[in-house]
Nanobody
Framework: QVQLVDSGGGLVQAGGSLRLSCAAS????????MGWFRQAPGKEREFVAA????????HYADSVKGRFTISRDNAKNTVYLQMNSLKPEDTAVYYC????????????????WGQGTQVTVSS
């Protein structure tokens, strides 16, 4: 069993920054990944960013490349999503998730999920 607690969402103006955190507890695996997804009203859940925990390799959706950075803190078992140059279209509920193997962009391949944190970007 893995438990994820994500936090850090809020209201920010366009062009601003926000940092999301996801603290994990429970088992870890030799090649597990943690990722961020988001879902806006009326839209499908979409991939944002992911990191391979041990290797540190990352992958980003095209829509956030150059603006968002995913990172990890092994001591705290926490993954972060630093979001800069935020746009109104970034508004969504953001979820962290984990899976027991490498990075995937597909939400159904992740095993455990946080509760979600709302990010709202005003114009």
């Amino acid at each position: 069993q893995v438990q994820l607690v994500d936090s850090g969402g809020g209201l920010v103006q366009a062009g601003g920054s926000l940092r999301l955190s996801c603290a994990a507890s429970g088992r870890t695996f030799s090649n597990y990944a943690m990722g961020w997804f988001r879902q806006a009203p009326g839209k499908e859940r979409e991939f944002v960013a992911a990191i391979n925990w041990n290797a540190g390799s990352t992958h980003y959706a095209d829509s956030v490349k150059g603006r968002f950075t995913i990172s990890r803190d092994n001591a705290k078992n926490t993954v972060y999503l630093q979001m800069n140059s935020l746009k109104p279209e970034d508004t969504a509920v953001y979820y962290c998730a984990t899976r027991s193997t490498g990075i995937s962009t597909r939400y159904w391949q992740y095993d455990y999920w946080g509760q979600g944190t709302q990010v709202t970007v005003s114009s």
